[in-house]
């Protein structure tokens, strides 16, 4: 018999699976686990019960038509056709309809537990510790093999090459799992040199993930004194471990970009503040050489010498005028005197000497003016030009003229 080529041993099953009368209409109940909608419009999810799991697609046209709000834990009843991928060599349900049949189990214990500790204040932001800007050795707890790790150590690698990674191997998924990841913690937590805590893997279903819903190690990172990143699973997942983590990341290399600083956008801030430092101090420098200059013209014309000098200036100004004034006063005084004593010169009885004239005064020396102030026999002193005569009347007469002038 010929062999097969794999194309078309895949076009002989999706042959099969159209011909079949129960998969051509089927109706199928689980719960809904990974749901995605893609920017298509194409829904895709994994229907799944207690033991096992289909992948199904709803299409466009499909999808539009379905009023449901689809999150995954949600119970519904898938009707469609089940038929073979080609191309990926996989059978699934191509679903036409949706039922909800209510939330699952898994679903239920996560929002029960979920609203219990958020209760407790175990998700209060007042508990959040600060993430470190340039931590110096981040330990990251999650699966050695899965492409977590490797987004994790290339993001740090490139952003930030100096910060130092130390790697917990850990599950991230089963029952082990949360046991596992509570060691890594603590082990990272009870080392001096860990900085900060990466803790994640990447997407999967809700019961994939569901070991970050554990409430051992939920207690067990809000007690940690290292701060702590959660990375699980895509943007749209959400786990216990989310919400009692210091920083939530919606992925791991997201982590890996809140972890650590870019090392280019540190050097372009360091240049950028060293210039602006550098132009802060020529504008700095050239404000104290103008305040210099300023005190130095204030301490030049505040300077005790300089005022000396300009009090001693002053001085012989005030000196110059006083001795002005003095002699204006001393001129004025000399003019009024002159004017005085001509004045007296013409007022002076012994000018009148020099004309021939006398004066008679009595013995007392008081000033005779009339005859009748003269008796006989009194002794009289007559001032003359060049001398003075002493006398003693004999006679006088009232009557008698002198020239005819009486």
């Known amino acids: 018999m010929k062999p097969l080529k794999v194309s078309e041993i895949n076009h002989y099953i999706k042959r099969m699976f159209n011909s079949d009368m129960i998969l051509s209409n089927v109706q199928i109940e689980g719960e809904i686990s990974n749901f995605k909608r893609h920017y298509s419009g194409h829904l895709y999810f994994v229907l799944k019960d207690e033991k096992s799991r289909i992948r199904c697609i709803m299409f466009k046209n499909d999808a539009e038509k379905c009023n449901m709000n689809i999150v995954d834990g949600q119970k519904v009843i898938a009707n469609g056709y089940v038929s073979v991928y080609e191309k990926g060599g996989e059978y699934q349900l191509y679903v036409k309809n ?100 990466i803790m994640g893997r990447g997407g999967g279903s809700l019961e994939e993930l569901f070991a970050f819903n554990d409430e051992k190690l939920a207690r067990t990172i809000f007690q940690l004194n290292t701060p702590i990143i959660s990375a699980v699973g895509h943007e749209t997942d959400f786990t216990i471990a989310d919400f009692v983590s210091d920083l939530r990341a919606p992925t791991p290399s997201a982590a890996a970009e809140m972890a650590v600083p870019n090392i280019k ?74 004017k005085l004593e001509k004045k007296l010169q013409i007022l002076n009885p012994l000018a009148s000497l020099d004309r021939g004239h006398s004066i008679i005064l009595d013995k007392s020396g008081y000033m005779i003016k009339s005859i009748k102030d003269i008796s006989i026999d009194d002794q009289i002193n007559i001032i003359m030009k060049d001398g003075i005569l002493k006398v003693t009347v004999n006679e006088k007469n009232l009557e008698e003229s002198i020239d005819g002038y009486k």
């Not at 130092?164 to 001096?192: F, H, M, T, W």
């Not at 801030?269 to 104290?288: D, G, I, M, S």
């Open 98 to 197: 949706l039922i909800d049949k209510g939330i699952g189990e898994l679903y239920k214990t996560f929002e029960e537990l979920k609203n219990r500790l958020e209760s407790q204040g175990i998700f209060d932001l007042e508990f959040k510790k600060t993430i470190p800007f340039i931590p110096n050795k981040i330990g990251v707890v999650t699966s050695a093999t899965g492409a977590a790790i490797r987004d994790i150590i290339t993001v740090i690698r490139r952003r930030y090459p100096s910060c130092n990674i130390l790697i917990y191997p850990s599950l991230v998924q089963g029952n082990n799992a949360p046991k596992n990841i509570i060691d890594g913690l603590l082990y990272l937590d009870n080392r001096e040199d860990i900085d900060l805590i």
């Open 265 to 338: 956008n540190l050097s372009d801030e360091l240049v950028n503040r060293y210039k602006r430092l550098e132009n802060f101090y020529e504008q700095l420098l050239k404000f104290k050489i103008k305040e210099l200059k300023f005190f130095s013209n204030s301490l030049k014309y505040n300077n005790p010498i300089f005022k000396i000098k300009d009090k001693k200036q002053e001085l012989d100004m005030i000196f110059k005028d006083i001795c002005n004034t003095i002699n204006n006063r001393v001129n004025e005084n000399l003019n009024r005197l002159n």
